[in-house]
């Protein structure tokens, strides 16, 4: 199974440490805690998948922290990165 991580329960986003494909699960640690989300979409290493929907607007958590706002709505388990974020500041 392909992994990802994210550091705080705030965070909306995980970290993959795999490359996943399009259908496939993933399995994401958050502290002890762990979940499945199935990926929407081919993501890269090193790349961000979404662990719940994110609606136009809404801010990116990552490490408990925003890094961006959504450019449009993101559904649960698609590639998050400069194609449907923007930069915002804090």
Request: glycine content about 8%; hydrophobic content about 35%.
């Amino acid at each position: 199974m392909k992994r990802a991580i994210a550091l705080t329960e705030k965070d909306n986003v995980a970290t993959m440490i795999d490359k996943a494909e399009k259908g496939e699960d993933v399995e994401v640690t958050i502290g002890k805690r762990k979940t499945i989300v199935r990926a929407e979409d081919e993501i890269p290493f090193g790349h961000k998948i979404a662990l719940k929907e994110i609606k136009k607007g809404e801010n990116v958590i990552k490490y408990g922290e925003p890094i961006g706002q959504a450019t449009r709505d993101i559904k649960k388990g698609e590639h998050v990165h400069v194609h449907n974020i923007k930069s915002i500041m804090v």
